[in-house]
T-cell receptor
Framework: DTEVTQTPKHLVMGMTNKKSLKCEQHMGHRAMYWYKQKAKKPPELMFVYSYEKLSINESVPSRFSPECPNSSLLNLHLHALQPEDSALYLC??????????????FGSGTQLSVL | DAKTTQPPSMDCAEGRAANLPCNHSTISGNEYVYWYRQIHSQGPQYIIHGLKNNETNEMASLIITEDRKSSTLILPHATLRDTAVYYCISASKNTGGFKTIFGAGTRLFVKA
């Protein structure tokens, strides 16, 4: 299984809602990532988890809260988002964050619309 | 992280080789060059990576200049399904781990 599965595929939420994005991989990877991608722009790194610990936070606003319950799962909790947060949210995983950079496997993303 | 520069768009005829250039003149000795592509509405897909030597796999070839300041991704026989945005990335270890930072990429149009 070389897939990274993201749910839901589409999400519409109001600015006062709380929602969560989920990501799952069963490749035994120990590093997981969240990226945000606006239309016609490249993906922007948000968070990196390595061995279930948050290792990189790219100064993301606190209305985005990541969680890594175990090595196979990654969540992104959303609260009080703004319309400008509407974007494609991509999850990725890699074998590790060791001495050599590892290639990333991406999911298909969650298309989020904030009304 | 070294900054990469790519042309915004390129065209290629179906069946011909697509040569996508990337400039990474500030790359340091321990930084790898990675290529990913993103087909519309999908997540990015890893293609190939290299450090100093040229590399080839089932998808593409990567040619890195001797001074490592630039590289070229070669799709030997482009098909319509290769129409995508191609990202050249240099990745290095930072405090907290490795970062894969995407640049603007090249939008490749393969035409029949």
């Amino acid at each position: 299984d070389t897939e990274v599965t993201q749910t839901p595929k589409h999400l519409v939420m109001g600015m006062t809602n709380k929602k969560s994005l989920k990501c799952e991989q069963h490749m035994g990877h120990r590093a997981m990532y969240w990226y945000k991608q606006k239309a016609k722009k490249p993906p922007e790194l948000m968070f990196v988890y390595s061995y279930e610990k948050l290792s990189i936070n790219e100064s993301v606003p606190s209305r985005f809260s990541p969680e890594c319950p175990n090595s196979s799962l990654l969540n992104l909790h959303l609260h009080a988002l703004q319309p400008e947060d509407s974007a494609l949210y991509l999850c990725a995983s890699s074998q590790g964050q060791g001495v050599q950079h590892e290639k990333l496997f991406f999911g298909s993303g969650t298309q989020l619309s904030v009304l | 992280d070294a900054k990469t520069t790519q042309p915004p768009s390129m065209d290629c005829a179906e069946g011909r080789a697509a040569n996508l250039p990337c400039n990474h003149s500030t790359i340091s000795g321990n930084e790898y060059v990675y290529w990913y592509r993103q087909i519309h509405s999908q997540g990015p897909q890893y293609i190939i990576h290299g450090l100093k030597n040229n590399e080839t796999n089932e998808m593409a070839s990567l040619i890195i200049t001797e001074d490592r300041k630039s590289s070229t991704l070669i799709l030997p026989h482009a098909t319509l399904r290769d129409t995508a945005v191609y990202y050249c990335i240099s990745a290095s270890k930072n405090t907290g781990g490795f970062k894969t930072i995407f640049g603007a990429g090249t939008r490749l149009f393969v035409k029949a």
